[in-house]
């Protein structure tokens, strides 16, 4: 069984670099991706992140005055099928300041997307960062660890 057919019928949170490397179809990543995309439209994984990712993606469209990326960025987080961009509570700030207080590498922004997907009871955590590996909270998945297994 591949790692996109495990999260069928879960919820997966994802960071920012996913959501990065599907909407600018960056090579291998995109294609691994889009399984996980086409399952979220069938309604067969639930894909939630934070508003940090908001924030995150719209740096280098504002820095570069491209409002035409910033649009595609904005379309994707709040009218994708299967996709929802949550706000950041008083419950996931409450959570990401014991993640950061237990796991002193943590960034901020790292411990706000954690926390959303703890929050949300979300057994599974998809990024690229394989410093959030040694989060205990839940399954972090990390994409390049993934390469080598067969997506479905």
């Known amino acids: 069984?591949?790692?996109?057919?495990?999260?069928?019928?879960?919820?997966?949170?994802?960071?920012?670099?996913?959501?990065?490397?599907?909407?600018?179809?960056?090579?291998?990543?995109?294609?691994?991706?889009?399984?996980?995309?086409?399952?979220?439209?069938?309604?067969?994984?639930?894909?939630?992140t934070s508003m940090i990712t908001w924030l995150e993606v719209l740096v280098l469209p504002v820095r570069n005055g491209d409002g035409e990326?910033?649009?595609?960025?904005?379309?994707?987080?709040?009218?994708?099928?299967?996709?929802?961009?949550?706000?950041?509570?008083?419950?996931?700030?409450?959570?990401?300041?014991?993640?950061?207080?237990?796991?002193?590498?943590?960034?901020t922004p790292d411990a706000i997307q954690v926390a959303t997907a703890i929050h949300v009871g979300a057994p599974f955590f998809l990024t690229n960062d394989v410093r959030l590996s040694s989060i205990s909270e839940l399954s972090v998945l990390v994409l390049d660890k993934l390469r080598t297994e067969p997506a479905s």
């Open 1 to 48: 069984m591949g790692w996109v057919e495990a999260l069928r019928g879960k919820v997966v949170c994802m960071d920012t670099t996913p959501l990065i490397y599907y909407m600018e179809d960056r090579p291998i990543y995109a294609d691994m991706l889009e399984p996980v995309f086409q399952a979220a439209t069938r309604g067969e994984v639930a894909i939630k």
């Open 69 to 107: 990326l910033a649009k595609k960025y904005r379309n994707m987080l709040f009218h994708t099928e299967g996709l929802t961009t949550l706000s950041i509570s008083r419950e996931i700030i409450e959570q990401a300041a014991r993640l950061r207080a237990f796991h002193q590498n943590l960034r």
